[in-house]
């Protein structure tokens, strides 16, 4: 197919034109299609539903003689702790096991600081101004928590290896009113990027002007990968502690997407001493997660090989849904330079770069036709894609066949976009 | 018994040889015994078993067409929120479902009120000075939040029908850094007795000076019956709601001490716009509480009526206890003059009253002696019982057999620590 931008006005008119009968007659099938959420399917639920019999009466309620279902238990089982601790590579006192929400877990993190300050620091919510930054395309609901708390959010450029670091490294070491940056370092949401050793290196090493700065490293698809090979990702708490600054970071995970995303186990982690604090001041707000359902999981999951095998089945059900969204991409939009996209190794989506200035009319067109999709702009803070080009596709909900009409209509208002943007030049 | 003040040097000195003798010989046994924290034991888990059987399966994982497993359900199931709506005589648009922990959901509240203010109040954390009302004893873990957020609080004496609302009404409609007071109205902790109808429609009717003023209405023990007959409590969102006042309070409460303390489900509730303002600022938070569990209880408790039940079961097991320590009090305390206490007819405690400056010297001298309570002043904020006076009682956990020990060697320590003290004259 011929690039878009060497076609004349007759052809793109004809192509146009063409373009939006389909959309028309695709639109005429009322489809009512899901895009939006990185959500696993009810296959995916299936898997995981001997979880649910992993605890069924007094006997199998116990553990090492403690009793899942009384009180107790501030920073969770050990047993859950090794889980977790061996997924990070951590030790098991530098992890703390929360409830069912690794998102409930950074806000909760963010809220501390806001209130308390971070190991004796100033309270955020005393200083004039607090910023994040923010690598880009990202996370909406990380950045939701810092607009909620009034933080400024700095977007960052995203290469293929990960945040420009000169960038990073420039902001954090010169601005003290930078405070924190939020990272999902492997299979990045949306990107699926990996971030490579030099640039977690570069993390571990950072100076920053602020004594009380935190790398925010959601490792939410740490062991979620589509394929046998993992993509590798350099342990930053090591990284860190090598460099002297191994209170710089804090660590979340969950099994939201390893088991059941409604009934999971989430986790932070990080060094000893950020663990203390945070412990200390957790005895003020809870009693402890629920222990039941984390012994559910020690005995579902077992170990870290447990964990991986697990993961096996999930890549099994989700790695054809990916390779629909990648396949239909490059048959429908490869070479015509309209859109850019990576193939990743695992996690949850593709993130993909269409026509500047074309995300929002792609949403709405494919709103209009019954596809939803995570909001236009929705990956950058305050909803702002300043060149309106970034789409998130999350393939894992819908089913194979949903899946291959809504990624072909996603594709088709790529291209109707596209044209009417070159027209109107 | 002759009352301790009548008696004379000789007859005391006498009396606290022979107490001091029983004591060691106590101690001698090197006794291992917990009546510090209001936890049930595990007969008490053991009725509630049948919860760890009510989702096993695929079928049983959805409700009406809601699959549990997956994401989704900001502030609970339908009908959770149903049983919980009518277990606190609210509507079920009044009530967000939680975690596992009703103290988390206050502290959340708290953390919330400080961080955002309420409903467009100054967020509390901007103030110079924020005090809380706290009526006495009370909660130690009302007032640890307090103290977390470096509020204020004013301690407030109750009366046999609930806090002197006297001082609570001045207070509130003079001050206008009081933004919050602390009750358990029902079966209160750790006095056990439950506010009157006159006290529950003075809360109703205050005129704070603060717009932003809220009772925290911890209903911890709202269907926690000993007996047949319930303390009858109105109903405070009805009363406030009646008075103009009916964005005033937050009510809570939970499953913990119905099924399982340690993975059990909480709730908050209050008027329409305080929970729409709440759930707002919970979005950012977190996608939702367990689901899965939420409807292991909606099988299990099936309905209020269901729910009532259930409680009738734990109270034939408690009972029993609470008639041990009651007793023995009786037996051993009664009619010398030396302490004070109340027969709660619901709830989880007994609070007693020993001779002033004796409160300390009594938990010292179990502790040493293998018997653990909750510190002398916990019950007080700060940890401060100006008088010396108050230990908090707690007769679920231990076995019939360990209580019967454990109460009467309280009460040798009560008499102990008096006589010595009216020696000490």
Avoid at 11 to 28: D, I
Avoid at 278 to 286: G, I, P, S, V
Wanted: proline share 5%; glycine share 8%.
């Amino acid at each position: 197919m011929a690039a878009y931008a060497e076609m004349s006005r007759e052809e793109l008119t004809t192509l146009r034109n063409s373009l939006l009968e389909e959309y028309e007659s695709f639109k005429a099938q009322g489809l009512k299609l899901d895009m939006s959420r990185g959500k696993p399917g009810a296959d995916q639920l299936d898997i995981s539903n001997d979880l649910l019999t992993m605890v069924t009466s007094i006997e199998e309620s116990k553990i090492n003689g403690t009793d899942t279902r009384n009180y107790g238990g501030l920073d969770g089982l050990p047993e859950m702790k090794k889980i977790f601790a061996d997924m990070l590579g951590v030790d098991t006192n530098e992890v703390i096991v929360g409830g069912n929400s690794s998102l409930n877990m950074m806000y909760d993190t963010v809220a501390r600081a806001m209130l308390f300050g971070i190991m004796g620091s100033t309270p955020w919510s005393k200083l004039e101004k607090v910023k994040f930054l923010c690598p880009v395309p990202g996370y909406d609901r990380h950045f939701t928590i810092c607009q909620t708390f009034g933080i400024e959010m700095i977007p960052v450029e995203m290469n293929a290896d990960g945040p420009d670091m000169d960038v990073v490294e420039k902001l954090v070491s010169e601005d003290s009113a930078i405070k924190g940056i939020w990272c999902v370092p492997k299979y990045s949401n949306p990107g699926g990027i990996t971030y490579s050793d030099d640039v977690v290196c570069r993390f571990a090493n950072l100076k920053p002007a602020a004594e009380d700065f935190r790398i925010f490293w959601d490792n939410a698809y740490v062991v979620h990968d589509l394929y046998d090979v993992s993509d590798p990702l350099l342990n930053i708490l090591d990284e860190c502690r090598k460099a002297g600054n191994e209170d710089m970071c804090y660590i979340f995970a969950s099994t939201s997407k390893v088991t059941f995303p409604g009934a999971g186990v989430a986790v932070m982690a990080g060094s000893a001493s950020n663990m203390e604090a945070t412990r200390k001041l957790m005895t003020f707000q809870t009693i402890g997660p629920d222990k039941v359902n984390q012994l559910r999981h020690i005995r579902f999951l077992k170990d870290l090989d447990g964990v991986r095998a697990h993961m096996k089945k999930h890549a099994a059900i989700i790695r054809p849904k990916f390779e629909i969204v990648l396949n239909t991409l490059e048959k429908e939009l490869a070479g015509i330079g309209i859109a850019e996209w990576h193939k990743p190794n695992g996690g949850y989506f593709v993130s993909l770069d269409v026509y500047p200035g074309c995300a929002k009319k792609v949403h709405a067109l494919l709103k209009d036709a019954g596809v939803v999709m995570t909001g236009a702009g929705a990956t950058f803070p305050y909803g702002n894609d300043p060149k309106d080009r970034n789409l998130r596709i999350a393939p894992t909900f819908p089913t194979v066949s949903e899946l291959e009409i809504a990624v072909k209509m996603l594709c088709l208002c790529v291209k109707l976009t596209a044209v009417e943007k070159i027209l109107e030049k």
